[in-house]
C-alpha cells in the first residue's frame, strides 16, 4: 500500500514539477505499482474542474520525448509497462 493522501498533501505544499527522490510517498507509490524508479518528478495540477496528477520519468540517457496521456477513468499507475517500455527507448 501506499499513502494517497500523504502523496497529495507532499504535492500540495509545493509548486510545479518536483523531484520525488526524498518523499516517502511517493517511493511508496512508485513501488506500489511497479513503476521504474527512473528519475521522477511529479505536480499536481489544480485547474476550474479538478486537480491532476502530472508524472515525468527521464532514463539516465534520453534518445527522445514521449508524451502519455491516459483515459479519464484509467490510472496512471496500472501503465508501468508502458513507462517501463518507453524508458527502455
Do not use: I, N
Not at 499513502?3 to 514539477?17: C, H, P, S, T
Amino acid at each position: 500500500m501506499y499513502d494517497r493522501e500523504g502523496l497529495l498533501a507532499w504535492l500540495d505544499q509545493r509548486d510545479g514539477f518536483q523531484d520525488t527522490r526524498d518523499c516517502q510517498p511517493c517511493s511508496d507509490y512508485l513501488r506500489f505499482y511497479h513503476l521504474p524508479r527512473a528519475e521522477h518528478r511529479a505536480a499536481r495540477l489544480v485547474t476550474p474542474q479538478g486537480r491532476v496528477f502530472v508524472q515525468c520519468f527521464s532514463p539516465a540517457v534520453a534518445t527522445g520525448s514521449a508524451v502519455y496521456v491516459h483515459g479519464f477513468y484509467d490510472h496512471g499507475g496500472m501503465q508501468w509497462k508502458t513507462v517501463a517500455r518507453l524508458l527502455e527507448r
